[in-house]
């Protein structure tokens, strides 16, 4: 039997539909914050004697990351910069969800109220239909933001070489494994490289003060932090995780 070819009506009419929309899933948003924000944070941020030697799921090992480092959720002192970064991640994560409504949608089948007062499985259609402030509810249901981080890379010296996810077990809560986005704010920029680096996607994110980084947080993004050259580099970090198990499906 000879081998059946392909009709050429139909690559033809597949090619009428022009090339495939691939999307990489990581987002960046400019001006997140300003830059009198952003030096405001990186000033701050020098000037404390809190910070102490960058960890990785294993511990300290700064031949995988190379950083000093602050959490800064739950320090009283540092509330307001805490609440400035969550409030610039929520907007950026709300146009996220817009862009990738299934980011929401996929992982749960959830209902939202309609204008008839019975309650309706949520869609993308009906997603696209809610203005911010009917939205922002259904996210804060489902999704929490996580411990803010702020690290810093010396020049020439400091990075996070090794290719990681975020998404891993650790411990009996699996606060690891709720993860599901990550997200980092550049405070500063002036430095060659230094770029958040991802390995399937082949694609290197520049510093730029202000900007937000948005990406999944599993092994499909395994990434590195790239040396900066030149001047240090300054981030904040963290990530956004689902609600737990007993808040999302607690009954009464």
Not at 5 to 15: C, F, I, V, Y
Not at 73 to 92: K, S
Not at 115 to 129: F, I, K, Q, V
Not at 235 to 247: C, H, M, N, V, Y
Request: glycine letters at 8%.
């Amino acid at each position: 039997m000879g081998v059946r070819r392909p009709s050429p009506l139909r690559m033809n009419a597949d090619a009428a539909h022009g090339p495939a929309v691939v999307h990489d899933f990581i987002e960046v948003f400019p001006d997140a914050l300003d830059r009198a924000q952003c030096d405001a944070l990186v000033a701050r941020f020098a000037a404390s004697r809190e910070a102490v030697p960058g960890r990785i799921g294993g511990g300290v090992m700064p031949e995988l990351k190379d950083s000093r480092d602050l959490t800064i959720t739950a320090r009283d002192e540092w509330r307001d910069a805490d609440a400035m970064l969550n409030q610039a991640v929520f907007r950026g994560l709300m146009a996220y969800l817009r862009r990738y409504p299934h980011t929401l949608i996929a992982p749960l089948m959830l209902e939202v109220p309609g204008a008839d007062g019975a309650r309706h499985r949520l869609t993308p259609e009906r997603m696209a239909a809610m203005d911010d402030a009917e939205l922002a509810p259904v996210v804060q249901t489902v999704l929490r933001p996580g411990a803010i981080n702020l690290q810093r890379y010396t020049a020439d010296r400091g990075g996070y070489p090794y290719w990681h996810c975020e998404l891993y077990p650790r411990d009996a809560h699996a606060e690891t494994l709720h993860r599901h986005l990550l997200w980092t704010m550049y405070l500063n920029d002036g430095f060659e490289e230094g770029e958040t680096e991802f390995l399937y996607q082949q694609r290197r994110i520049a510093p730029r003060a202000g900007s937000l980084l948005i990406a999944p947080a599993a092994f499909t993004h395994t990434h590195r932090g790239n040396r900066p050259k030149g001047g240090d580099k300054v981030i904040a970090t963290s990530w956004i995780l689902f609600q737990r198990a007993e808040r999302l499906f607690a009954t009464e």
